[in-house]
């Protein structure tokens, strides 16, 4: 079987002395960070030892005990790969369930809440804002320039303890010269990119056509993490990338309202939304500063700033529209369209940090869930709001791609349990309780 590991169990002597490093314990607890919510330890961060609970680790001769209350699991496992093992054991111990109090509850439905609230006004504000048939505001990559330009001010201000009544300066090493430029930088770009396209896609194709490519990303993110060596290639994915990918063949086909230039745009924000994916978990996994969307919009958001006032000046002469358009005709109407600007940074900013608090106190899998009902409420509304034409080709588009993005999320609840489960095979107590 090669690595499959060797686990037997062992009576516990309650007289001998537990012998155990907390510093080792810190380290195996921090090798989930950049593995993302989903697959993280359920429970991390509470009851992992527990007060009658004798621990003895000896990475040297490749021998670990942990002992349950009144047995010792001992694995054979190669050098270096304990503390990924402390890492991913449940922290269910005889068979007691994780207690969620309904203030979780709450907590948890009030992120959800919050996130599709800041998401869903995001995509009406852009689409109202610069839509042809709405306010008309032909200045995408500008307006995208704001926004990362307000979130470095904000961030900037939180990071230096300047609010120290609403946000805690995060602890840790900062970010390395060498690092910003070889791992920041290449991830600004890709994020700068994102948002300059499928904002200027607002200006050509009606939201709901928007939001059902958009929903093409996950076949980019399964590519590039084939290409970085994040996700191994399986028949299962190449199944899900098929089925997603004819959903959007089939949107499109049956768009009443088809412009290639818009498609084109917002098919290149999901194809660098891939890559983007892929380089924000290889920052994460290798950067300690970057845990926090804070920090993240503070080093990545000047990068992002210059590179779309650099497209703006290249693309929309903004100087022009501003000295022309009725936007900006007087001093009091040209404020107003300023702020209708800085408004959707704002948004920008709360969707990001509700997103991340989702995140860190569920999972992925549930951002991936709500993410998939934000987009069916998202076309229902624009249906409502702006009369958007769905034919049956583009209904049955959608229903195919929602149904691979929903075997895509199974498929990585699997893989997160197998991860837990398969890897260790732990034999039952002798209450007939496994520890999984």
Known sequence: MGDVDVISLQPLNHNKEDNFNASQLSTARSTSVGRGSGDSVKGAGSGLISSNLGINLSTSNTL??????????????????????????????????????????????????????????????????????????NLPLLISAMHTGMHFIITSILMNGYCSCIFKKPE????????????????????????????????????????????????????????????????????????????VILTVAGETKF??????????AAIVSGLRWSLTQMLLQKEEGMNNPVATLYYVSPIMFILMIILSLIFENPLFIFRTSKHFEDVNTGIETFLLMFLGG?????????????????????????????????????????????????????????????????YKIRKTSEDKKGRYHVLPSHKNESLD
């Open 259 to 268: 412009n290639l230039t818009g498609f084109l745009l917002v098919l290149g």
């Open 346 to 410: 704002f948004l920008a900013f709360c969707m990001t940090i509700a997103e991340f608090a989702l995140i860190k106190n569920t999972s992925t899998v549930t951002l991936s869930v709500a993410g998939i009902s934000k987009e069916i409420l998202v076309i229902s509304l624009s249906v409502l709001i702006y009369h958007d034409v769905l034919t049956p080709i583009n209904l049955l588009g959608l229903v195919i791609s929602i149904f691979g993005i929903a075997g895509y999320n199974y």
């Open 64 to 137: 670990t005990t942990i002992p349950p209350n009144d047995s010792v699991i001992t694995i054979d496992r190669p050098n270096n790969t304990v503390s990924n093992f402390l890492s991913e054991l449940d922290t269910k111990s005889n068979g007691e369930s994780l207690n969620i109090s309904w203030e979780d509850i709450f907590k948890n439905l009030s992120y959800i809440l919050a996130w599709y609230f800041f998401s869903t006004a995001l995509s009406f504000y852009n689409k109202n804002l610069m839509g042809k048939e709405n306010f008309n505001l």
């Open 172 to 247: 840790g090493k900062s970010v390395s010269v060498r690092s910003y430029f070889t791992r920041v930088v290449p991830c600004a770009i890709a994020s700068a990119l994102e948002i300059c396209m499928a904002n200027a896609s607002f200006v050509f194709i009606t939201l709901s056509f928007y939001t059902m490519i958009k929903s093409s990303t996950p076949i980019w993110v399964l590519v590039f993490a084939f290409i970085f060596g994040l996700e191994q290639p399986r028949l299962i994915l190449i199944f899900i990338i098929s089925i997603i990918s004819f959903g």
